[in-house]
């Protein structure tokens, strides 16, 4: 199976910038769609953002299109979630999660990290 442990939350103030990774193992994720997703407290998860890390094609939710990047590197059989012009609707449980390339859902999930967007 696949362990992913996320890092990188903390505490930034509207407008900032953050990145966060998802480091994979157990498993080599080099066929496998890795996605972004995020829990605002008090609300459902939703859905962030996508990669495919055998040709890097990526597709973002419309809320953070144009500002958030995800990216892949198959050598550190990780994935990346830069997050530029950060708003406070941004505050988030950060989650990434794999699924196999030919998989119908998220097989595995990390652990969550915090994001919070805050003066």
């Known amino acids: 199976q696949v362990q992913l442990v996320e890092s990188g939350g903390g505490l930034v103030q509207p407008g900032g910038s953050l990145r966060l990774s998802c480091a994979a193992s157990?498993?080599?994720?080099?066929?496998?769609?890795m996605g972004w997703f995020r829990q605002p407290p008090g609300k459902a998860r939703v859905f962030v953002g996508r990669?495919?890390?055998?040709?890097?094609?990526?597709f973002y939710a419309d809320s953070v299109k144009g500002r958030f990047t995800i990216s892949g590197d198959n050598a550190k059989n990780t994935m990346y979630l830069q997050m530029n012009s950060l708003k406070i609707e941004d505050t988030a449980v950060y989650y990434c999660?794999?699924?196999?390339?030919?998989?119908?859902?998220?097989?595995?999930w990390g652990q969550g990290t915090q994001v919070t967007v805050s003066s």
């Open positions: 157990g498993r080599t994720i080099s066929n496998y769609v």
């Open positions: 990669i495919s890390m055998s040709d890097g094609s990526t």
């Open positions: 999660a794999a699924m196999r390339s030919l998989g119908r859902a998220y097989d595995y």
